[in-house]
């Protein structure tokens, strides 16, 4: 039993030990542009229907070089089909503290009126979802 005990105490101090190297969400956010450094600009979760780009910015810390983001970019409601993946990117980050970009361009047609989502994944691990609407003046 106490070598159960200790085999287990090993395997929680090794996780953790894990757990406390992988890469941190920091912070996120949607908005209506981004500045050169990266950084949200008119920060909101609402959009119309001729907005230009929505963009996201998404803060990490604990960033090895080569980790990879992916966003991918989700009508929830806004179409015919629900839960419609309208693209996706991925990104490489840099060792560190590390913002990731996206941005999706107006469709030709302007955006359709509804609920979506940013889902966001590191290393192929989902790590959040960012909720945005886009609705009428």
Not at 10 to 24: D, K, M, N, P
Not at 37 to 62: E, K, L, M, R
Not at 94 to 110: D, I, T, V
Request: hydrophobic share 45%; aromatic share 10%; charged share 15%.
């Amino acid at each position: 039993m106490k070598t159960y005990a200790i085999f287990v105490l090993i395997c929680i101090t090794a996780f953790t030990a894990i757990q406390s190297e992988a890469i941190q969400l920091v912070a996120s956010s949607m908005a209506r542009s981004v500045n050169a450094d990266n950084v949200a600009q008119g920060i909101t979760d609402t959009f119309t229907p001729d907005t230009s780009a929505i963009h996201s910015v998404i803060v990490f810390s604990d960033v090895k070089a080569g980790d990879q983001v992916k966003g991918v970019w989700v009508a929830v409601d806004a179409i015919e089909i629900p839960d419609y993946e309208i693209g996706s990117t991925t990104l490489s980050l840099k060792a560190g503290e590390a913002r990731a970009h996206f941005q999706l361009s107006r469709p030709n047609n302007g955006w359709p009126i509804g609920n979506y989502n940013l889902l966001v994944y590191v290393n192929d691990v989902f790590i959040t979802s960012i909720p945005f609407k886009v609705k009428k003046r």
